[in-house]
């Protein structure tokens, strides 16, 4: 039997951006982490193309906000652009709202970029230990009263080593083996193909240079840019034939008849495209986030970015429950809250894919109508519609976690309407000197008042608590009266608000420190 050699406060297993995430922010609270990979390194593949204006202002939290952008791609990349073929004219294109040019709910931008510029960024951003090569093979079930004990893999040397942990928390992916393993059941619409992704060099300038775009939809296959200095990546559903394929040809022929552009191929990936939403998202001290949860299709770039929300909202509360000013209760609403968005999420990725095969049938039906097909289509949603900024910056979280006060926000569905209801995220106003309101917020819990002075005191430590000034300005937007204040937790939501002034008895404390009934 191996002996335990080590002992952390949270394991994360799964090194992907949501994992690193996890790892950033808990090392931020003041966790002590250990993450474990089973791949040898950071994924080579592109994978995820965006980064929304919710990820960005968590990733401006942590201080790399600047160094994503910095090596993405400029803002009119954030365009799709439909066509027949990539040597074709556009016949329809719509912006990505939120990367192609600021909003004024957000003090960001997001970007588009590839995976695998953003891993490297994520893995820098903190110092606890990373073992790569490293695989879960024991039951993570094998819960004590205080912890869980996981045994692990070398996948190079077979050596085996056992973990104890106060929790674990699952990032490893839409085939989790933590989730399979626990026997958490999936509902959704399940997998939905097969896709590969080819990625390869080529010089593709001639037809996108003066027209750019993070993605080009062509009737065969979809066609991404990869990186601002070159790089190229095609999507499409993988052949019977795949084992054998002539990629570069098939590359080739995609690109449009006649071309003499021959496709360096690099890389090959084989993938399913899945559809669904764990049964649960929790076991006793193993918690589940990003794609063990919930897989989304690609369409919209909603599935990372979502995972990335989720352990925003799980990490604080572990710190909280493992710091001992929180009571363990908190981690029910992790899933509480975060479910509802997982559905939500997948319903609107869903309507997205229906969307986007909309346009490809809209187009062979002008085409198969003869004659000289309309240079231009018109696309089957609005920009708001597509944009999903309701459901970015939108998502109102309904848990004990949350105090309310008799108001209900509005459902933002794909359009987004900021308020300062408890359950929201803190709405974005601008400050002097370039700041946010989303600036000021502290790494704990923030009490943002006109009138400070009256609500300093109300908490004493070890409660995480920092008043902050709110300009009259901005007090009667938050619906807040002059001795009024709003309780934003460490994830950015409102907690609670008090529009008159300091609660009487433990009302504040409560809300500080764990599961709250209004």
Known sequence: MPVADTEVAVLIVGGGPVGLTARALLER????????????????FPRSRLINVRSMEIFRGLGIADTITARAFAPEYGRIRFRDTLQDPDFATAPMI?????????????????????????????????????????PAEAEEADGVVAL????????RTRVRARYVLAADGANSTVRQRLGIGTAGPGPMGGFTTVVFDADLSRWCARQPAGVYFTAHGLFAPLYPEGGWAWFAPTPDD??????????????????VVRADVLRVQHWTMNAFVADRFRHGRILLAGDATHAIPIVGGLGMNTGVADVHNLCWKLAGVLQGWADPGLLDTYEEERRPVAHRTLRQAVANTQLMLQVQQRRREQLRAGGSAPERLELPWSERYFAQLGLVLGV????????????????????????????RRMPHFPLAHHRSTLDVLGTWFTLLTPDPARWEGQSTAPWPLRVEPLPHEHADACGLGPHGALLVRPDGHIAARWRGGPPDGSALRTALTGPASP
């Not at 609270?29 to 080579?44: A, D, F, I």
Request: aromatic fraction near 4%; charge should be negative; charged fraction near 20%.
């Open 396 to 423: 109102t979280y309904r848990s004990a976690a949350v105090r309310t006060d008799g108001g209900t926000p509005p459902d933002s569905g794909t359009d987004y309407v900021p308020t300062a209801e408890p359950g």
């Open 98 to 138: 939120g990367i192609n040019a600021p909003v004024p709910e957000s003090p960001v931008t997001g970007v588009a970029t590839s995976q695998d510029r953003l891993e490297p960024v994520l893995l820098s951003a903190a110092d606890a230990p990373v073992r790569f090569g490293a695989e879960l093979v024991g």
């Open 152 to 159: 692990l893999a070398d996948r190079a040397g077979g050596g």
């Open 242 to 259: 795949a084992e054998h394929a002539d990629w570069p040809g098939r590359v080739s022929r995609a690109l449009g008849t006649g071309t």
């Open 29 to 44: 609270w003041g966790v002590r982490t250990l993450l474990v990979e089973k791949h040898g390194e950071l994924s080579p």
